[in-house]
């Protein structure tokens, strides 16, 4: 409301005192009328649609093993996974994939010396959606369907790691750019319609070899984790400011 009233045309605190005779009233009615147009933008709380998953997991082989498998995995036959969201919009997003350093040689090793090497593991996750309807607040109205990403670099470790040692902040294909995202599309039906937010087929590849530590007879003392990628927020909104759309006009 604080920029609202500041600006030009929307002077709505310029008002009378109470029970005195109030002069250019419909001057002040008409820069009411201005400030109300700007309130165009409302969040939007239910939307339902899609949600697409791609998720893949490999433990203990050397790195590259380790994170190519998890890539393999989560572009496999059975991915990604579909799901649903329903009444409330996602919140989050992301595409990023990462290693931690699970173990080292351990100096007593009496069996096959191909099974005593540095083991990682390696992960890979990325998520998409599509909205497929909307509930429109204002009967008969058109609207556009805005929904704003926050990307930023990741910040907590994969599984099975004590310390987040490296992130490589990096949007990929995912058709984001540094900072904050606004994307709309138009919605002259609000049950018959499917606006895309991410890429599903792109998931950054990490390269960062992390090093945990481990005692002197190969036991790990601290593990540390390293992802390539990005996690978002999400927002939902709707703009009543659009074609066939809803404000306060004259006539």
Sequence with gaps: MHDIVQEEDCETFMNANRGQILEHGGEWLRKIKNAICKLHVVQCYEAWGTALIRSGAEHDPPFDESIGKAMEEAFGDNMPAEGKFGSSPPGSIESWSGNNHWKCPRP?????????????????????????????????????????????????????????????????????????????????????FEFNVGNIDSIPRNEVVPQSDFDSEGNATWRRSAKRGFVGKMWTFLDYECENGFRFRAG
Excluded: I
């Design 108 to 192: 007593d090793w009496e069996g096959d010396p191909e099974d005593n090497k540095d083991g990682y593991c390696g992960y890979a996750q990325c998520s998409a959606y599509t909205y497929k309807r909307v509930r429109r607040w204002l009967s008969g109205s058109e609207v556009d369907l805005m929904v704003a990403v926050l990307p930023m670099p990741c910040t907590t470790p994969t599984g099975y790691s004590n310390e987040f040692a490296t992130s490589v902040f990096d949007l990929g294909q995912s058709g984001f750019s540094d900072g904050l995202n606004l994307m709309r599309t138009h919605v002259d039906d609000p049950h018959d």
